[in-house]
Antibody, heavy 120, light 107 residues
Framework: QVQLVESGGGVVQPGKSLRLSCAAS????????MHWVRQAPGKGLEWVANIWSTGKNQYYADSVKGRFSISRDNSRSTLFLQMNTLSAEDTAIYYCARESSGTTVSFDFWGIGTQVTVSS | DIQMTQSPSSLSASVGDRVTITCRAS??????LNWYQQKAGKAPKLLIYDASNLQSGVPSRFSGSGSGTDFTLTVTSLQPEDVATYFCQQSYSVVYTFGQGTKLEIK
């Protein structure tokens, strides 16, 4: 069955960096676009970034553009999110999500999330 | 960016009731609208894609409708396990914005 398992979260000081990983299994990872979505404490969902199945193109929310970088290693079925210059506003649960294989973009499988806390 | 506005923000209904949640887009998005359910402490789950298509495994009491700027999620015969927060999400533009969520509770 499809599984997405995030890791790499933790407590980090403002201005520092963190790298999240999402290990995928149960499907052909290299055939699917992948996304990161975050949820601040008690708040709604915010799309963060996505990457095409080939890794050729990436897109970002304005709130993270220039600071975050999404990448993937299809040989290891793993998605990454490099987060630099972190601030308190980046505190959230970070989910990786698989993009459905249909003609439009929906997120048909999600990981359980990893908590990122930015605090001094 | 396209703004998504849900109403109401919270809702309380009785078991067996018919419940409707609305989602409005700041511009026309065709049928590029998805609905998710998020139970407390859990990851979101896809319910409806492309405005009206039921995701595999989702109970048939859930349905979606609408196009353009106005969309609805309907739950016929509300069940206790439907307690959750529901989010709409547009996929018309590459910044895939979500609505702010509707918290559904049982009376």
């Amino acid at each position: 069955q499809v599984q997405l398992v995030e890791s790499g979260g933790g407590v980090v000081q403002p201005g520092k960096s963190l790298r999240l990983s999402c290990a995928a299994s149960g499907f052909s990872f290299s055939n699917y676009g992948m996304h990161w979505v975050r949820q601040a404490p008690g708040k709604g969902l915010e799309w963060v970034a996505n990457i095409w199945s080939t890794g050729k193109n990436q897109y970002y929310a304005d709130s993270v553009k220039g600071r975050f970088s999404i990448s993937r290693d299809n040989s290891r079925s793993t998605l990454f999110l490099q987060m630099n210059t972190l601030s308190a506003e980046d505190t959230a649960i970070y989910y990786c999500a698989r993009e459905s294989s249909g003609t439009t973009v929906s997120f048909d499988f999600w990981g359980i999330g990893t908590q990122v806390t930015v605090s001094s | 960016d396209i703004q998504m506005t849900q109403s109401p923000s919270s809702l309380s209904a009785s078991v067996g009731d018919r419940v409707t949640i609305t989602c409005r887009a700041s511009q026309s998005i065709g049928y590029y609208l998805n609905w998710y359910q998020q139970k407390a402490g859990k990851a979101p789950k896809l319910l409806i894609y492309d405005a009206s298509n039921l995701q595999s495994g989702v109970p048939s009491r859930f349905s979606g409708s609408g196009s353009g700027t106005d969309f609805t999620l309907t739950v016929t015969s509300l069940q206790p396990e439907d307690v959750a927060t529901y989010f709409c999400q547009q996929s018309y533009s590459v910044v895939y914005t979500f609505g702010q969520g509707t918290k559904l509770e049982i009376k």
